[in-house]
Every structure is written in structure tokens, then in C-alpha cells.
């Protein structure tokens, strides 16, 4: 069983930046693929970034060109880099992994508890 911790989310103002962490109790080098999800209150959780295996990333339209995600894999670490934050990032934020035979798995199967992340205008 993996678990996926989280730390990172707080409160700022619109434009301001956080970084969020998410540790790994296994090795993330072994991971097929790892991602952030969000979800606001009222609505569906979404997808907001992912980071496969050989590294190449894709993200949520929403968050291109403010959030980077990133890997380090010495630290069993993912990241999540935000920077000029809108309210409307407002979300529970929660890591997500995909462990196993990477050839059959098509989604996450591990899952953090969630970092709250504030955005006041």
C-alpha cells in the first residue's frame, strides 16, 4: 500500500504563489504516472497537472503557464509549483499515483488526503 502525503496549501492573495509536496512512502522513479487533482467546494474534483514516467508533463487549461509540476524522485517527492494564484484556484488539492504494471494501468490507484489552498482577492 502507498501512501501519498501532502503538506504546502495555506492561504494568500490573488497573485501570490505556493508550492505544494507530496511525499511518497515508495520510490516515485518506479511510478507510471503522478498528478495533482483539485476540487472546489460544491463541485467535481478536476484534473490539474500529471507527470509520467519518462517526465513529459500535461495540464489543465485552466492552470497552463501559472503551475509546473515536478518530480523528485531522490526524495519520493512530487511538487506543485503555483504561481499568480486567482480565487478561482480556490480548491482541496490532492496527489495522486498510478503504482504497478505500467502497461495495464490507465488510472491512479493511490491517493493523498488533500492540502487546502486559499485564494483571497
Known amino acids: 500500500q502507498v501512501q501519498l502525503v501532502e503538506s504546502g496549501g495555506g492561504s494568500v492573495q490573488a497573485g501570490g504563489s505556493l508550492r505544494l509536496s507530496c511525499v511518497a512512502s515508495?520510490?516515485?522513479?518506479?511510478?507510471?504516472?503522478m498528478g495533482w487533482f483539485r476540487e472546489a467546494a460544491g463541485e467535481e474534483r478536476e484534473g490539474v497537472a500529471r507527470i509520467d514516467s519518462d517526465g513529459s508533463t500535461r495540464y489543465d487549461d485552466s492552470v497552463k503557464g501559472r503551475f509546473t509540476i515536478s518530480k523528485d524522485n531522490a526524495k519520493n517527492t512530487l511538487y506543485l509549483q503555483m504561481n499568480n494564484l486567482k480565487p478561482e484556484d480556490t480548491a482541496m488539492y490532492s496527489c495522486?499515483?498510478?503504482?504497478?504494471?505500467?502497461?495495464?494501468?490507465?488510472?491512479?490507484?493511490?491517493w493523498g488526503q488533500g492540502t487546502q489552498v486559499t485564494v483571497s482577492s
Open positions: 515508495e520510490n516515485t522513479y518506479s511510478a507510471c504516472f
Open positions: 495522486a499515483a498510478a503504482f504497478g504494471n505500467c502497461r495495464r494501468l490507465l488510472n491512479y490507484n493511490y
